[in-house]
């Protein structure tokens, strides 16, 4: 079983910004020493795809019909720049735990590994999977770069790289 969870976490972590796969490469180490069976349940995603998720359980003017899965519409999440993922605990046969207790000791290892866990903010509840490092940029910051001349992911992982992302 963990062979399969850490065959998924690979396919995840390599469409990551690599500064940031380094991080989470060594906090998923760090579970499997706890064996703790976590998995990446999404990584990088399109602006399109992030666009969908905003949209799911809204009406056509965007007002909330149902739970909300993310207030993110595309170029607004860590995700559409390779810099965020989502993980969750698995039972022994692969299903999801989303009450575990751990995810708070997950957040407490995931700031050792400089990596900023969205569950220990108070004002966003239920968003205990999320997983972000910004390398000392805001989102706003990183959508003009995705914009500009030399924008598009490449010119986002570049800039990353010039601020020294690739530092792990």
């Known amino acids: 079983m963990l062979e399969i969870i850490v ?6 972590l390599k469409d990551l910004y690599p500064g940031f796969a380094v991080r989470i490469s060594r906090m998923l180490g760090f579970c499997q020493d706890k064996e703790w069976n976590v998995e990446i349940t999404a990584g990088l995603r399109s602006f399109h ?3 969908d998720l905003w949209q799911k359980n809204r009406n056509d003017q965007g ?4 739970s909300v899965l993310t207030n993110a519409k595309g170029g607004q ?6 810099l965020a993922v989502d993980i969750v605990f698995k039972d022994q046969n692969l299903n999801a735990l989303f009450d575990d207790l751990r995810y708070a000791e997950l957040g407490v290892v995931a700031d ?10 108070p004002k966003i509840k239920g968003d205990i999977y999320h997983f972000d490092v910004n390398f000392g940029y805001t989102i706003n910051e990183l959508l003009a770069i995705y914009n500009g001349p030399e924008g598009g992911l490449h010119g986002v ?10 530092k792990s």
């Open 63 to 66: 007002e909330p019909i149902g």
């Open 7 to 12: 065959m998924r976490n690979d396919l995840k």
């Open 49 to 51: 795809q992030q666009d």
């Open 157 to 166: 992982w570049k800039h990353l790289d010039n601020r020294g992302g690739m």
């Open 77 to 82: 999440s860590w995700h559409n720049y390779g």
């Open 112 to 121: 050792y590994f400089h990596i900023h866990w969205l569950g220990e903010n």
